[in-house]
């Protein structure tokens, strides 16, 4: 009995700590709309949809019973997400002493945020595609 309260809260983890991981970055990123970053609130969500749709497919596979994996890519996607968050922040001290101008912050927040957005789409895609066979499993399980 005390075993199967363990692999339960380890699989509740496996699916909530990265809805957690995401949600930060997300949150970080919605901020990043406002203020003078003013980032396309269109790019950001390109973030949140691959977020939800990856966490709906991981529970929906969990609740029939197929299990999956995350991947490389996915982690890549966290890390290249988190730099860019940083840097923008770190971008906006030399803003503030006016080494940089606003229109130079601008764009290199939008350009970096585009292309975490491009690889992040990759990444979705290519989750698609290497777990094909386990969605396509568990979509037709009933």
């Known amino acids: 009995?005390?075993?199967?309260?363990?692999?339960?809260?380890?699989?509740?983890?496996k699916v909530l700590d990265p809805m957690a991981d995401s949600i930060v970055r997300n949150s970080m990123l919605i901020t990043l709309t406002q203020g003078i970053i003013q980032l396309p609130i269109l790019l950001i969500l390109v973030f949140i949809?691959?977020?939800?749709?990856i966490s709906t497919?991981?529970?929906v596979c969990a609740l029939k019973g197929t299990a999956l994996s995350a991947r490389t890519s996915g982690k890549i996607k966290a890390v290249l997400q988190a730099i860019v968050?940083?840097?923008?922040?770190?971008?906006?001290?030399p803003y503030s002493i006016n080494w940089i101008s606003l229109a130079l912050l601008q764009k290199i927040s939008f350009y970096s945020v585009l292309i975490a957005a491009?690889?992040?789409v990759a990444s979705g895609l290519e989750y698609l595609w290497v777990n094909r066979q386990a969605i396509?499993?568990?979509w037709v399980k009933s």
Do not use: H, N, W
Request: hydrophobic share 60%.
């Open 118 to 120: 491009i690889y992040t």
């Open 57 to 59: 497919l991981r529970i």
């Open 85 to 93: 968050i940083f840097l923008i922040v770190a971008m906006m001290i």
């Open 136 to 138: 396509k499993k568990a």
């Open 49 to 53: 949809y691959r977020d939800a749709m």
């Open 1 to 13: 009995m005390q075993q199967e309260k363990v692999v339960k809260s380890l699989v509740l983890g």
